[in-house]
């Protein structure tokens, strides 16, 4: 039924400076999707040559996840770019560019590794946050995290209706 569903997207990342005006905008959405590049571990920002790129994706996905406007609102993650991350992971190690990981350079760990900080930074327990890791051009793939991000919106909404 994903064809049939209506998504609105909004591409929040921009400038630093921009980010945090979009908040009230959005109060009162079912779900965010938010888009990380888990391939990414080993980059650094445009704009700071001396900020990692997954360190910058923490701390904005941080900065909506407990956003007081949004306490209720899943977050739905997507953790895309397996295939290159999985290429990356042969010749970088993370640890490289995050010391405090000390487990196997496998595509399992790491892809954990980067899933529980994610997860770690919700301040909110009654918050529900859903992790999918993803190959944007396996579109088999994107079609069934669709149906599942449409069956968790539908989830929170028949919750919120105490249903």
């Known amino acids: 039924m994903v064809e049939k569903k209506v998504f609105r997207i909004f591409d929040v990342g921009g400038q630093r400076g921009e980010r945090k005006k979009w908040a009230p905008y959005f109060d009162d959405v079912d779900a965010i999707i938010y888009l990380v590049a888990i391939s990414s571990y080993d980059q650094v920002c445009l704009e700071d040559s001396t900020t990692n790129r997954m360190v910058e994706s923490m701390n ?91 069956h968790s919106i539908l989830r929170g909404n028949l919750t919120k209706a105490g249903l």
């Open 60 to 150: 904005l996905f941080d900065s909506i996840c407990n956003h007081p406007l949004l306490k209720m609102t899943e977050m739905i993650v997507f953790m895309n770019k397996i295939d290159l991350f999985k290429e990356k992971l042969e010749k970088t190690p993370i640890s490289q560019y995050f010391p405090a990981y000390q487990g196997p350079n496998t595509y399992e760990s790491c892809s954990e590794y980067f899933a529980s900080r994610f997860i770690a930074l919700n301040l909110f327990p009654e918050k529900s946050i859903y992790l999918h890791f993803t190959w944007a051009t396996d579109t088999k793939q994107i079609k069934a995290v669709l149906a599942i991000v449409n």
